[in-house]
């Protein structure tokens, strides 16, 4: 069996834990650092400790999937908020050639962040200053890439001025140079890809739209990419949370080598054109990034494909898109018009009868699943004949889920693995956890316990520590009456739920087993 060692992006489940999930329905084995090693929140990584399992675990390893962020700064906040050097980053970097020079076999596959610039003030996950600044910063940037690409108006020019007159001048800098440096790191990744230490790389773009930094340090990087022919080996596209994922399906199909075939549906013909929230381009262009980072290749017909994905896609893009905490009927006037419901849950109805494999990306809404949808295919029976889903968070998030886990599982749906029974029982049960949480937490117990319960509990969504086992214990209540309301034709007195918390001791995600019976 191939050995596939992995360091994660950081410790949530959706990076620590989702891959070695999805590879649970594989029949391979994912090997990742303990919990203990990998930090928490703004508190980074054992670096030290994180080289030397790495150094230990790879001496035999077939395939390395890393994250840069991890090995360099010690997790994704802390690469917001370090004060490295450019040589210490180096020398960190060299733990890579290190691993490789020791085992020479050892394949890498890496991954590392275009660092976010979110357009509104919190400090929650950023440096302290973005609390009064991080509007203006994110404004900043945004104006600056358009004026170098595209000229700015008058009015936009003036603001610029303003804007940047009001920037303090320290904050600036420590923004501008940790910048400088993480786009730095990042075309040293790229050199070391040139130089043969790192098999093959993906650059996410971690939150960004069609302005600012991200875009103008995607410019710089796909430069050096092209000038050094590894447009094949380095991919750069909307993502961060989900890439473990991703390059584990990656991995997956060249052990296997196997290429998947998928046949793309869409709720909505303007789908593919619209540019999601968070990303920089249109959801058709993200699906060919995704679907080929994975392994996949887009093709021509349903019938011809290892297995259909359905994409429950947005009629609008961008700030027009719907969020799951607005109500269906504050939702922009195209979600009742450019999106068809009916169509779209009847057309997985007939795959699903023809015997095709189904996959459902639900990334019509952001940060949650699509209700409407969701009730619909419950109400019609049809959950069953789902073999994958994933909407949560973002575009690129929910992709980057619902695709690796559709790849694995349409492989064995042609060769069975070693212990066919309990791969079979893994998929099924990751399956199961994305409607429990992308469903049933992100898109109606978050907000309800949010708004209707926190504040007389002495919390707030940003802060439950005080309290996380008061709200672990009541969200586990309402995961468990959600499972019986709305999974009833998916077998609920098996589904058991364990270790319900929140790893960050806020709202936002929630951490939980879930495991099957019977």
């Known amino acids: 069996m191939s050995s596939i060692v992995y360091l994660p992006l950081d410790e949530r489940p959706c990076n620590a ?181 790192i098999d093959f790389l993906i650059i996410p773009l971690d939150d960004n739209a069609k302005y600012g930094y991200s875009s103008s340090e995607q410019r710089q990087l796909l430069s050096t990419v092209e000038a050094k022919q590894l447009l094949h080996r380095v991919h750069l596209y909307p993502g961060a949370d989900e890439v473990g994922n991703t390059l584990f399906a990656r991995v997956f199909c060249e052990i296997k080598n196997y290429q998947p075939e998928i046949y793309i549906r869409h709720s909505s013909i303007a789908g593919p054109h619209a540019i999601p929230k968070y990303e920089d381009r249109s959801l058709g262009e993200s699906l060919k990034c995704q679907i080929t980072a ?50 779209f849950v009847q057309a997985i109805k007939r795959y699903a009868e023809k015997g095709y494999m189904v996959a459902l990306a639900d990334v019509a809404t952001c940060n949650g699943a699509d209700e409407p949808l969701l009730k619909l295919l419950a109400g019609m029976g049809l959950l069953p004949s789902l073999s994958a889903y994933a909407g949560w968070n973002t575009s690129g998030n929910s992709l980057g889920t619902v695709i690796p886990h559709a790849i694995v599982e349409s492989y064995y749906r042609k060769v069975n693995g070693a212990d066919e029974a309990s791969r079979s029982r893994n998929s099924e049960a990751f399956y199961l956890s994305r409607l429990v949480e992308d469903w049933g937490y992100q898109a109606k117990i978050r907000m309800d316990v949010a708004y209707h319960h926190i504040e007389s509990l002495g919390g707030n969504y940003f802060d439950v520590e005080a309290i996380h086992d008061q709200v672990s214990e009541l969200v586990h209540e309402k995961m468990e009456a959600f499972i019986a309301e709305y999974l009833k034709d998916m077998r609920p007195g098996r589904i058991r739920l364990e270790n319900v918390g929140l790893p960050w001791k806020r709202m936002f995600e929630v951490g939980f087993d879930l495991r099957l019976e019977g």
């Not at 996949?296 to 700030?319: C, E, K, R, T």
């Open 17 to 197: 834990k989702f891959p070695k999930q999805i590879a649970a329905a594989s029949d391979l084995e994912l090997i990742s650092p303990p919990q203990a090693l990998l930090g928490q929140k703004k508190l980074p990584a054992h670096t030290a400790g994180v080289v030397e399992w790495l150094h230990e675990h790879t001496i035999r390893a077939d395939h390395l999937i890393v994250s840069l962020d991890m090995l360099v700064y010690g997790g994704i906040v802390p690469s917001r908020l370090h004060h490295l050097s450019l040589e210490q980053c180096r020398l960190r970097l060299q733990t890579l050639v290190d691993c490789k020079r020791r085992n020479p076999k050892l394949r890498i596959f890496a991954f590392n962040l275009i660092m976010r610039a979110p357009a509104y003030n919190s400090s929650d996950e950023e440096p302290d200053y973005y609390a009064e600044y991080g509007a203006q910063l994110a404004r900043n940037g945004w104006l600056r890439d358009k004026h170098t690409r595209d000229g700015l108006t008058e009015q936009e020019q003036f603001e610029w001025v303003q804007l940047t007159a009001g920037i303090p001048e320290q904050v600036f800098q420590d923004f501008i140079g940790r910048r400088r440096i993480n786009t730095a790191v990042n075309q040293m990744a790229v050199d070391l890809t040139f130089e043969g230490w």
């Open 294 to 343: 994975a392994g996949g290749f887009i093709g021509d017909q349903a019938s011809a494909a290892d297995f259909v994905l359905m994409v429950n896609s947005p009629p609008v893009g961008q700030y027009e898109m719907a969020e799951t905490t607005d109500n269906f009927d504050q939702r922009h006037a195209s979600y009742f018009s450019e999106i068809n419901y009916r169509e």
